[in-house]
């Protein structure tokens, strides 16, 4: 049987790169208050940040020796993490590659071409850092063998009503393959979505997002929607040295529903749990799935079982909890965190160096680094179902975040109650509140 030599079956082990993207800082402002503070890629859930569930899954794939990450952050942001990283998993080269404005997520891998090219890879995989999921990935790379696809995208079903607010996908349910792909629609077409996960071979996706850009060019008028995450970048395009237009190119909106009609594009559907962490809330639901994944696979990092952890829960080895106290399920203590005596912490993450005082009350929250909870004092969300993909919740007429976020340097006075509330920085509640923003 003949063999197409640069696409084997069999195809040698450093064939495989990785992308992760981690945006910028203007954007993940859906994340503040916990953004003013640490970008949201380097947030803690789980005990790691959010980055390092992404990264770790990338190392579990055979013959992947490079991991690119690819954002608009300065580079001395991710250059500790790297530097630990590095030491944890050394048989992995991570390089952090800045941009300097907003190109889209097709328009950053277009510009670092060179660099993802480098070495040769036959293929790469393209993760969204702010996707919570398993990361199925090897099992995306069997089926992209198995078919001799161009690209696999990893997706999940969600409820009809949710499906609108993702990209979605038509696939044929027999060969797996992708047929349509919408971005947002306006009406149901599928309740099949797009995880934010990818494996692109490096001979198709290029010149893929090369004919967007030309498509974009003999077409002289707005490059892209103007929209409020990045007014200036969207609006006109800029040339570059070698005539070609600079500008924000989007994977989900400009490239996907063309590599459709290429016949060589498939979907794997992950029956597992997903979930992006777009708000600040949302770290609650993902801290939460990423621990029971923890306890499944019996991670030596949660705190044993007893009377008073239910797991599972994860505690820093410096923090301070006092055995009376209660804690769990889906909880994770930070570093150097004080908890007092009959304390109750349930469905929540607290921050490094805060403190939660004795026979305090903490239910679906947030306690922000260096806050403190007063003693039988109430900080309590709402919780929402499990498989809902959204952290608001209407009360009275209202929309408010079901999960009570208290930012860096927070108060709680002692027997104050705090319910469904985000709590900017500094800030010190001494009287009861509920549903509000406190500024």
Not at 20 to 41: A, N, Q
Not at 232 to 258: C, H, T
Request: contains cysteine; charged residues 25%.
């Amino acid at each position: 049987m003949l063999q197409v030599p640069n696409r084997q079956k069999n195809a040698s082990a450093a064939s495989t790169k990785a992308v992760i993207l981690v945006g910028g800082p203007s954007r993940g402002t859906r994340f503040r208050p916990l953004s003013l503070d640490v970008p949201k890629p380097l947030f803690d859930v789980a005990g790691h940040p959010i980055i390092w569930h992404c990264l770790r899954a990338v190392a579990k794939v055979p013959g992947i020796r490079e991991v690119v990450l690819v954002g608009y952050y300065d580079e001395a942001v991710f250059r500790d993490f790297i530097k630990d990283s590095a030491k944890e998993l050394p048989q992995i080269r991570i390089v952090y590659l800045r941009e300097y404005q907003a190109l889209g997520t097709a328009g950053g891998l277009y510009h670092f071409r060179d660099a993802i090219l480098k070495g040769g890879p036959e293929r790469f995989f393209v993760l969204n850092a702010d996707v919570c999921c398993s990361f199925p990935l090897t099992e995306m790379l069997k089926l992209f063998e198995e078919k001799d696809a161009e690209a696999v995208i990893l997706g999940t079903r969600v409820s009809n009503d949710a499906a609108t607010n993702f990209g979605c996908i038509v696939s044929d349910a027999h060969t797996k393959r992708v047929l349509h792909y919408v971005e947002k629609p306006e009406s149901h077409i599928s309740n099949l979505i797009n995880c934010g996960v990818y494996l692109f071979s490096t001979e198709t996706i290029f010149p893929s997002i090369r004919s967007a850009i030309k498509r974009r060019s003999d077409r002289p008028r707005l490059v892209s929607y103007p929209s409020s995450e990045n007014l200036d970048a969207s609006f006109f395009a800029e040339r570059l040295e070698d005539g070609e237009k600079n500008e924000v190119l989007r994977l989900e909106q400009d490239i996907l529903s063309d590599l459709a009609d290429s016949k060589q594009f498939f979907v794997h559907e992950t029956k597992d749990f997903w979930r992006q962490i777009k708000t600040a809330g949302s770290a609650v639901p993902a801290n939460a799935l990423y621990l029971q994944k923890a306890f499944q696979s019996q991670s030596e990092e949660l705190a044993a079982p007893s009377a008073n952890i239910i797991p599972p829960v994860f505690i820093h080895p410096t923090a301070d909890v006092d055995p009376t106290a209660k804690l769990g399920p889906n909880v994770s203590i930070g570093p150097r965190v004080t908890i007092g005596a009959g304390v109750r912490v349930k469905e929540s993450i607290v921050l490094e160096d805060a403190e939660i005082k004795h026979d305090a009350c903490v239910l679906y929250s947030i306690i922000g680094w260096n806050s403190r909870v007063g003693a039988w004092a109430r900080v309590e969300g709402t919780p929402t179902p499990v498989n809902s993909h959204t952290t608001s919740i209407v009360k009275n007429g209202i929309k408010v975040q079901s999960i009570t976020i208290l930012g860096k340097d927070c108060g709680v006075g002692d027997e104050v109650r705090v319910q469904n509330c985000v709590c900017l920085p500094n800030k010190e509640l001494k009287r009861d509140v509920a549903n509000e923003v406190i500024m």
